[in-house]
């Protein structure tokens, strides 16, 4: 840059160098923070599942936590895990970041093609597939032919998972009489015998499967072959449920009976905030940690044997705990901490440096032009002193000290160097001098 210019910029600098460096780093600072470290949203959607089911008990218990934490978690119930996968998708409404969703969901039949990748946060309970019928003798899905069935409502896991069981034997819903009745009304429908069989997938915990225990008349089936059920679907297990597991005292179930299982997981969509998975992984570690009648206390919640990608962010967590910012502070103020440490005090310090650097240069052009004019003099001076100067030469110095004034009148003198420019001045009015002294001789 020429030192004229330089000079102009140096004696303006906080309006044309540290002002504009200000509004570039709020400008940049505002970009990353929007663009690549948004704030968390403050409300959550997560949808649970039936109004009486474990799904809906555990997603209060949910809200619960996150409210401690500042956030917001809207709960909407649904039919069950089949249609929490589509409302994660956003095929159907409303759309949700979070939803428990059963074992069986992700299988490759489960259509791929959607633009929404699912992440599994944790896996987090064992849900047990229950099968209750009103038919003595009932231990194999072939008997339940011709018979009024209960697959679960449409949307629900339980259909969709009741439905493969169906064809591992060659049948479908056209085999049976399909009713959808569930929940409270289920119940009626077996104790009054115009139901003959219906299937369940949820917790032992659920309301609906103690009561349906406790019907006279209902008995809790024991699948045959039950072991092949699970080499054809491997996200089923087999399991002993104890005689008085479920209540000693009542002795429910009367036997030990064999069950097979399936695993739910809570599922995000991918693009929810990381701060938000991380905040999920550690409520479902609170929620779900303790012991069931097929795992152990801590056994929950786990990344091990999912359907779906896990997230890094549950991982992490679930390995390590969140990180300590989040754990030491307020959730929003964490987050603010975070964008201060990653965004703003980078920035600040490279604006700061700029701002202590650019001038320091431009005080260097403009110093070294005023000592390119004193080393000039200091030739000239050099010259003057010894003897036998020409008057062509006497001539062509007298032009050059023009010149170095005609550029020093240009030249816009910062108020630091305005004695250098007095004293420099005068030095150029005494060589001028002693130039025309010395004409004629």
Known sequence: MPASPAARIYRSKWLLVKAPLALAALAIIAWLWIT????????????????????????????????????TLKVVTSEGADSNLQRLRGVASPTVDLAFVQGGMGSPS????????LETLARVDNETVWLFSRVPGLDSLEQLQGLRVSLGPRGSGTRRLATA??????????????LETSGPAAIQAMANGSLDAMFMVSAPQSQVVNQLLRTPGVQLVQLKRSAALTERLPFLQLR????GALDPLAKIPARDTA??????????????HPALQRLAAEVAQEVHAGAGPFHRASDFPTLKRIEFPASAQARYTLVHGR??????????????????????????LAAFWLARVIPAYLRWLVDSRVARW???????????????????????????????????????????????WYTLRKHIDFVRSGLYSGRGR
């Not at 470290?37 to 474990?54: I, N």
């Not at 489960?110 to 990748?117: F, K, N």
């Open 165 to 178: 069981l169906l064809e591992q034997v060659r049948m479908g819903v056209r085999d049976i009489v399909d």
């Open 374 to 420: 004193y080393g000039e003099l200091k030739f000239i001076e050099h010259d003057l002193a010894r003897s036998g100067l020409s008057g062509v030469e006497r001539v062509k110095y007298l032009q050059r000290l023009a010149e170095i004034e005609k550029q020093m009148a240009e030249f816009a003198t910062p108020s630091y160097l305005m004695p250098r």
């Open 240 to 243: 002993l449920l104890p005689e």
């Open 36 to 71: 690549f470290l948004p704030m968390p949203p403050r409300e959550v959607t997560m949808s649970s599942g039936l109004a009486e089911g474990v799904y809906n008990a555990y997603a209060q218990k949910y809200a619960q936590v996150f409210e401690r934490h500042g956030v």
């Open 323 to 348: 990180p300590w910012f989040e754990k030491s502070l307020p959730f929003w103020w964490g987050q603010l901490l975070l964008r201060l440490l990653v965004i703003v005090l980078p920035v600040t």
């Open 259 to 272: 069950v097979l299982i399936a695993t739910s997981s809570l599922v995000a969509r991918a693009d929810l």
């Open 110 to 117: 489960t259509d791929r093609s959607q633009g929404v990748r």
